[in-house]
Nanobody, 123 residues
Framework: QVQLVESGGGLVQAGGSLRLSCAAS????????MGWFRQAPGKERDFVAA????????TYADSVKGRFTISRDNAKNTVYLQMNSLKPEDTAVYYC????????????????WGQGTQVTVSS
């Protein structure tokens, strides 16, 4: 079992930055892929970014490429999402997720989820 706890959300003006953190605990998870998803009111949960624990390979949704950066600190068992040049359309609840798959961009591929953290970007 993997436990995930997100933090770092908040209110920011358009053009600003936030860094989200996801602290993982429980089962040995360096073999997992860690992902970030987001869900705006009335919309589906969308993939944002993912990273492999071992090699640090990353993948991003087109909508955030060049603005968001996912990274991990294996020693701290923590994954980060640095969000720059934020736009009002980035407003959503952001979720951290973990999977044992080699690669995953769909929510159904992730078995473990955090509780989510709200990000609000004002125009």
């Amino acid at each position: 079992q993997v436990q995930l706890v997100e933090s770092g959300g908040g209110l920011v003006q358009a053009g600003g930055s936030l860094r989200l953190s996801c602290a993982a605990s429980g089962r040995t998870f360096p073999t997992y892929v860690m992902g970030w998803f987001r869900q705006a009111p009335g919309k589906e949960r969308d993939f944002v970014a993912a990273i492999t624990w071992r090699g640090g390979a990353t993948t991003y949704a087109d909508s955030v490429k060049g603005r968001f950066t996912i990274s991990r600190d294996n020693a701290k068992n923590t994954v980060y999402l640095q969000m720059n040049s934020l736009k009002p359309e980035d407003t959503a609840v952001y979720y951290c997720a973990a999977t044992a798959r080699v690669t995953a961009r769909e929510s159904y591929e992730y078995a473990y989820w955090g509780q989510g953290t709200q990000v609000t970007v004002s125009s």
